[in-house]
């Protein structure tokens, strides 16, 4: 059984990468690579002394993604795989949406195909908006009109795409990732922000 990470030869998901083959997990990845090198994934092969499956393809590839479920017995899903900065989403909100959305619903939608109802979704600390006290917390509420981007509304839109589908479908498992920022690198050295 492997865990797949969309996303991940990303900043978060080659951290995360390396979480899971040390925890035992074998790990697929697919990612086209547009914020993210492939010399990520070798520097976590070279941190775990495993092999990454790795798949250079697009989450908005519906027929891709049939490929990599075809061939691999997947167990959960660990979305990264979206468009991430807010200035640029103010200047191309279609491209963010498309990309976050579609992406999201074909990703979705094969893990349906086949059966697999586990996710992990990289959210953002964006879907609480501007709140009056500085130190967030995850019972705050999450508004639409309070949300200051584009990227924010594709994660909030997400995560209430999510919460309907956990609801319809009470099998699915779904846990929704809020942070801000992340900064640092693993202690190796050897994978931080580039690459």
Same mark, same amino acid.
């Given at each position: 059984m492997?865990i797949?990470v969309?996303?991940g030869?990303g900043?978060?998901?080659?951290? #995360?990468?390396?979480?899971?083959l040390?925890a035992?997990y074998?790990v697929?990845?697919?990612?086209n690579?547009?914020?993210?090198s492939?010399?990520?994934?070798k ?10 499956t790795f %798949? ?10 049939n490929?990599?479920f ?15 900065a807010?200035?640029e ?14 992406g999201?619903?074909n990703?979705l939608?094969?893990?349906?195909? %086949? ?5 992990v979704? =990289?959210?953002?600390?964006?879907? %609480?908006?501007v709140?009056? =006290?500085?130190?967030? #917390?995850e019972?705050m #509420?999450?508004s639409s009109?309070?949300? =200051?981007?584009?990227?924010?509304r594709t994660?909030l ?10 609801k319809a479908?009470?099998s699915?498992n779904?846990?929704?990732?809020? %942070?801000?920022?992340?900064?640092g690198?693993?202690s190796?050295?050897e ?5």
């Amino acid at each position: 059984m492997s865990i797949l990470v969309a996303g991940g030869a990303g900043y978060i998901g080659s951290h #995360t990468c390396v979480e899971l083959l040390e925890a035992g997990y074998e790990v697929v990845v697919v990612d086209n690579l547009y914020n993210a090198s492939e010399e990520s994934l070798k520097r976590v092969e070279k941190i775990t002394g495993k092999t990454v499956t790795f %798949y250079e393809a697009d989450i908005l590839d519906k027929e891709a993604l049939n490929k990599i479920f075809d061939a691999h017995e997947i167990e959960a899903v660990i979305h990264f795989a979206g468009l991430k900065a807010v200035g640029e989403s103010c200047k191309v909100p279609l491209k963010y949406f498309t990309n976050n959305l579609s992406g999201t619903i074909n990703l979705l939608n094969v893990m349906e195909k %086949y059966n697999v109802k586990k996710l992990v979704f =990289s959210s953002s600390a964006t879907v %609480y908006g501007v709140q009056e =006290s500085p130190a967030y #917390t995850e019972e705050m #509420t999450t508004s639409s009109t309070a949300v =200051s981007s584009p990227y924010g509304r594709t994660k909030l839109m997400i995560e209430d795409m999510l919460k309907d589908m956990c609801k319809a479908d009470p099998s699915w498992n779904v846990a929704l990732l809020r %942070y801000f920022n992340p900064i640092g690198a693993h202690s190796s050295g050897e994978i931080g922000e580039l690459p």
